[in-house]
Structure formats: structure tokens, C-alpha cells
């Protein structure tokens, strides 16, 4: 099993920052991706940002592209999710993932969630 604990939502207006934060802990040395997902009222959950966790590759959805930036620290079992240019658009409850399986990156049913954060991004 693997518990993962988001943290760092919050609101903030269009054009700000947020970082997201996600502590790992039970048997991560069996992850092979993580990644944050989102989803907000009345829409399907969606993944923004994947990380293999061996080769350090990501994978971004379009609308994040060059405005978000996920990263791993591997020796702390922590990942975040560094978010530029927030739009409201981005508003959405946050959610940390860990998946076990070799084809994580392409994989949005991942494993393991966490209870989730919320951001609010006010125009």
C-alpha cells in the first residue's frame, strides 16, 4: 500500500502561482510513476502531469504545457507540482497518484490517491 498526503492548494488570481506538494509513504520503492490529476465540478477527471519515476520522463496534458512543472524527489518520496500563469480555468480539486504498473505513463487509472486539494483561481 502506498498513503498519499497532498498539501499547498489554495486561491489565487489569475496569473499566479501555486505549488503543490505530495508526501509518499507505505511501499514506494514499488512505484513506478506518480502524477497529479484534476477534476472540477461536473467534469471528468483529468491527468495534468505524469513522472516515471526510473527514467525521470514526464508527460503534461496540452492545457498545463509550459506553465506547469511536476518534479520527484525520490530520496524524500515527495512530489510536487509547480503551477505559472494560473487560470481560472485550472480551478479544480488536485489529486497526488501512484501507480505500480510498467505502463504508468500512459495509464490514468493509477493505484493509489490521495484525499485531494483544492484550487481556486479567480479571474
Known amino acids: 500500500q502506498v498513503q498519499l498526503v497532498e498539501s499547498g492548494g489554495g486561491s489565487v488570481q489569475a496569473g499566479g502561482s501555486l505549488r503543490l506538494s505530495c508526501a509518499a509513504s507505505?511501499?514506494?520503492?514499488?512505484?513506478?510513476?506518480m502524477g497529479w490529476f484534476r477534476q472540477a465540478p461536473g467534469k471528468e477527471r483529468e491527468a495534468v502531469a505524469k513522472i516515471h519515476s526510473g527514467s525521470g520522463t514526464t508527460d503534461y496534458a496540452d492545457s498545463v504545457k509550459g506553465r506547469f512543472a511536476i518534479s520527484q524527489d525520490i530520496a524524500k518520496n515527495t512530489l510536487a507540482l509547480q503551477m505559472n500563469n494560473l487560470k481560472p480555468e485550472d480551478t479544480a480539486m488536485y489529486y497526488c497518484?501512484?501507480?505500480?504498473?510498467?505502463?504508468?505513463?500512459?495509464?490514468?487509472?493509477?493505484?493509489?490517491w490521495g484525499q485531494g486539494t483544492q484550487v481556486t483561481v479567480s479571474s
Open positions: 497518484a501512484a501507480d505500480h504498473n510498467v505502463d504508468c505513463l500512459g495509464r490514468a487509472d493509477y493505484n493509489y
Open positions: 507505505g511501499d514506494t520503492y514499488r512505484t513506478r510513476c
